[in-house]
C-alpha cells in the first residue's frame, strides 16, 4: 500500500456520460497530480493542485476538471465522455518535505462503452 | 516544455544478462531524473532517481548515469532477472525549492523482458 488511495479501481461507463475519480493523497501530502495512461502509452500529466489550488495544467481537455477540498483529497471530474477516454486514471502526491518523488495511487480503469 | 524521448520501446533479455535503457530530455533547465518501474496492472514505483549535480548513482543491480551536456540519462540494470520483467518510464523535470514546484514529463516506456 503506497499510501495514496484511488477509488473506484474499476469504472465502466457509457458513451456522453460523467463520472468523478477520487483520490486522497498520502498523509501529510499537500500535492496531487493527475496523469492519464491510455494503452501502450506513457503518462500524460493532466492536472496538479497544491494545498487547495491549482497550480498547474498539462493535456488536460475541457470535458475534464478537477479540485483538491480543504482535506487534501481530490476528485476528477470528466464529463460528456468519448470511446477514446477510456484509460487508467492515476493519482500521485508528493511529499511535503521536498525529497522529491511522486508516490502514485493504484489507478482507476476507466472503461467507455 | 520538456519533451523526453526514451528507447527502445521493448527490450527482451536472457536472464543474467544487462540491460540498458537511454532517455533524452530536451528542457536543459531540467536538473531531476526519475525511473519509475510498471508492473502489468500496477501503479508506477520509484525505484532509482538522479540530480543534475550527480553523474551516477548506483542501488545495488540497478545504476543511472546522467550526461548533462548531451542531455541524455540511462537505466542500467545488471544481473537481469525474470522479476525485473515489467514497464520501466524515465521522466525529467526542473524541481527547484518548495514542495508542489515540478511536473515530471515521462518518457513513453520501455517493456523489458528478462527470459529465464
Do not use: M
Not at chain 1, 499537500?30 to 494545498?51: A, T
Not at chain 1, 477514446?84 to 511522486?102: I, K, N, Q, R, V
Not at chain 2, 530530455?25 to 519509475?36: I, K, R, V
Not at chain 2, 540519462?73 to 525485473?84: A, R, V
Amino acid at each position: 500500500d503506497s499510501g495514496v488511495t484511488q477509488t473506484p479501481k474499476h469504472l465502466i461507463t457509457a458513451t456522453g456520460q460523467r463520472v468523478t475519480l477520487r483520490c486522497s493523497p498520502r498523509s501529510g501530502d499537500l500535492s496531487v497530480y493527475w496523469y492519464q495512461q491510455s494503452l501502450d502509452q506513457g503518462l500524460q500529466f493532466l492536472i496538479q493542485y497544491y494545498n487547495g489550488e491549482e497550480r498547474a495544467k498539462g493535456n488536460i481537455l475541457e470535458r475534464f476538471s478537477a479540485q483538491q477540498f480543504p482535506d487534501l483529497h481530490s476528485e476528477l471530474n470528466l464529463s460528456s465522455l468519448e470511446l477514446g477516454d477510456s484509460a487508467l486514471y492515476f493519482c500521485a502526491s508528493e511529499s511535503s518535505s521536498f525529497d522529491y518523488g511522486y508516490t502514485f495511487g493504484s489507478g482507476t480503469r476507466l472503461t467507455v462503452v | 516544455g520538456e519533451n523526453v524521448e526514451q528507447h527502445p520501446s521493448t527490450l527482451s533479455v536472457q536472464e543474467g544478462d544487462s540491460a540498458v535503457i537511454k532517455c533524452t530530455y530536451s528542457d536543459s533547465a531540467s536538473n531531476y531524473f526519475p525511473w519509475y518501474k510498471q508492473e502489468l496492472g500496477k501503479r508506477p514505483q520509484l525505484i532509482i532517481d538522479i540530480r543534475s549535480n550527480v553523474g551516477e548513482k548506483k542501488d545495488q543491480r540497478i545504476a543511472v548515469t546522467l550526461n548533462k551536456t548531451a542531455k541524455h540519462f540511462s537505466l542500467h540494470i545488471t544481473e537481469t532477472q525474470p522479476e525485473d520483467s515489467a514497464v520501466y518510464f524515465c521522466a525529467a523535470t526542473e524541481a527547484y525549492s518548495g514542495a508542489g514546484s515540478y511536473q515530471l514529463t515521462f518518457g513513453k516506456g520501455t517493456k523489458l523482458s528478462v527470459i529465464p
